[in-house]
């Protein structure tokens, strides 16, 4: 069965750091696209950031740009965020979801990691 | 403000049908890049509903469709259901952004 399974998420401070986990079972994760896609309380879906299989390109909405920091390591079948500078905009269940390619649909999504920033 | 825009909600009685659009521009879904929908049940996983403009995945019902015209595409739920009740989402490409990724805002189907 293919499972995504995300964790990281934790309550953090306004400026503080975050590194989430999707980890990947029931298939190789190599020749798949990730999406890590975030929902804010009370609004709608956002893809945060995209990493192309293998790790050849990057994607960052402009609102995570220069904060965040996606990366792979297929030999544990796991996608990272590093998260910086985070901003109370930044709260949310972050979501990981596969993809064939960057440009097509998300086929598999996990079931989400809370983050929540507070003082 | 999202690219693809979506109603906020809409509803309809079980038995009934309903549509919910996706309108875009000649940079995503007027280029003829296909359009995606998702189901989202708050708290859980979203669902892949229909995938490259009209396609259902296996498992989903046929009550779901999907079409495209021009820059909109369309979701509709025939024989509703009250387990229908969630947000649904279209997604594309578009070629002016320097992400790969578009998301419609979102729309709350409320059963009656």
């Known amino acids: 069965e293919v499972q995504l399974v995300e964790s990281g998420g934790t309550l953090v401070q306004p400026g503080g750091s975050l590194r989430l986990s999707c980890v990947a079972s029931?298939?190789?994760?190599?020749?798949?696209?990730i999406h890590w896609v975030r929902q804010a309380p009370g609004k709608g879906l956002e893809c945060v950031s995209t990493i192309s299989n293998k790790g050849g390109a990057t994607y960052y909405a402009d609102s995570v740009k220069d904060r965040f920091t996606i990366s792979r390591d297929d030999s544990e079948n796991t996608v990272y965020l590093q998260m910086g500078s985070l901003r109370d905009e930044d709260m949310g269940v972050y979501y990981c979801?596969?993809?064939?390619?960057?440009?097509?649909?998300?086929?598999?999504w996990g079931q989400g990691t809370l983050v929540t920033v507070s003082s | 403000q999202s690219v693809l825009t979506q109603p906020p909600s809409v509803s309809g009685a079980p038995g009934q049908t309903v549509t919910i659009s996706c309108t875009g521009s000649s940079s995503n879904i007027g280029a003829n890049y296909a359009v995606h929908w998702y189901q989202h049940i708050p708290g859980t996983a979203p669902k892949l509903l229909i995938y490259?403009?009209?396609n259902r995945p296996s498992g989903v019902p046929a009550r779901f469709s999907g079409s495209k015209s021009g820059t909109s595409a369309s979701l509709a739920i025939t024989g509703l259901q009250a387990e229908d009740e969630a947000d649904y989402y279209c997604h594309s490409y578009d070629n002016s952004l320097s992400g790969p990724v578009v998301f419609g805002g979102g729309t709350k189907l409320t059963v009656l």
């Open positions: 490259g403009d009209t």
């Open positions: 979801a596969r993809g064939v390619a960057v440009t097509t649909y998300f086929d598999h």
């Open positions: 029931g298939f190789t994760l190599s020749p798949y696209a």
